[in-house]
Antibody
Framework: QVQLQESGPRLVKPSETLSLTCTVSGGSISSYYWSWIRQPPGKGLEWIGYIYYNGNTKSNPSLKSRVTISVDTSKNQFSLKLTSVTAADTAFYYC?????????WGQGTLVTVSS | DIQMTQSPSSLSASVGDRVTITCQASQDISNYLNWYQQRPGKAPKLLIYDAFNLETGVPSRFSGRGSGTHFSFTISSLQPEDIATYYCQQYDDVPFYTFGQGTKLEI
């Protein structure tokens, strides 16, 4: 069974860049599309974007050009960078397997934007 | 962008009850709809994909139906472990996938 684990800083300062990595185990990174999804505490889910192992990406237009998603097939990892963060970007960030439906999820990591 | 409206926003039911949640899309999304369960403090879990297909390993008491703009999700006999928030998600509008606001189910 595919397992995912998010890692990265839990606290980011306003205007700086949020960076997270998702490590995939139990399966090949070439097997799925890989997505990032976030959830502000106590609120609903928001799809951020996805990447395929060949580097093809799509992201949520609502996040405009702040999102970069990349993949490292040698490490079975994919990553998220979100620039110019504000308090509104405080959320649980999940990585997930799938491009249109999300079969497997990481446990999620709470990233807080605060000075 | 496509708006997904779930109802009710919260629901209280008893063990053994039949429970139904609805999800309405602001425009036709064919059958491009998935349902997720999120238990407290946990990541969401895919239960139903493409409106009515049961994900592998998901109990058969869960089911989904609908197409176009109106969809429903049913638990045929509620169990204590079904306490969770349930979300619908559309993927017709690429790349602007959206989730419903969630239905919190309590016993």
């Amino acid at each position: 069974q595919v397992q995912l684990q998010e890692s990265g800083p839990r606290l980011v300062k306003p205007s700086e860049t949020l960076s997270l990595t998702c490590t995939v185990s139990g399966g090949s990174i070439s097997s799925y599309y890989w997505s990032w999804i976030r959830q502000p505490p106590g609120k609903g889910l928001e799809w951020i974007g996805y990447i395929y192992y060949n580097g093809n990406t799509k992201s949520n237009p609502s996040l405009k050009s702040r999102v970069t998603i990349s993949v490292d097939t040698s490490k079975n990892q994919f990553s998220l960078k979100l620039t110019s963060v504000t308090a509104a970007d405080t959320a649980f960030y999940y990585c997930a397997a799938g491009g249109v439906r999300f079969h497997y999820w990481g446990q999620g990591t709470l990233v807080t934007v605060s000075s | 962008d496509i708006q997904m409206t779930q109802s009710p926003s919260s629901l209280s039911a008893s063990v053994g009850d039949r429970v139904t949640i609805t999800c309405q899309a602001s425009q036709d999304i064919s059958n491009y709809l998935n349902w997720y369960q999120q238990r407290p403090g946990k990541a969401p879990k895919l239960l139903i994909y493409d409106a009515f297909n049961l994900e592998t390993g998901v109990p058969s008491r869960f089911s989904g139906r609908g197409s176009g703009t109106h969809f429903s999700f049913t638990i045929s006999s509620l169990q204590p472990e079904d306490i969770a928030t349930y979300y619908c998600q559309q993927y017709d509008d690429v790349p602007f996938y959206t989730f419903g606001q969630g239905t919190k189910l309590e016993i």
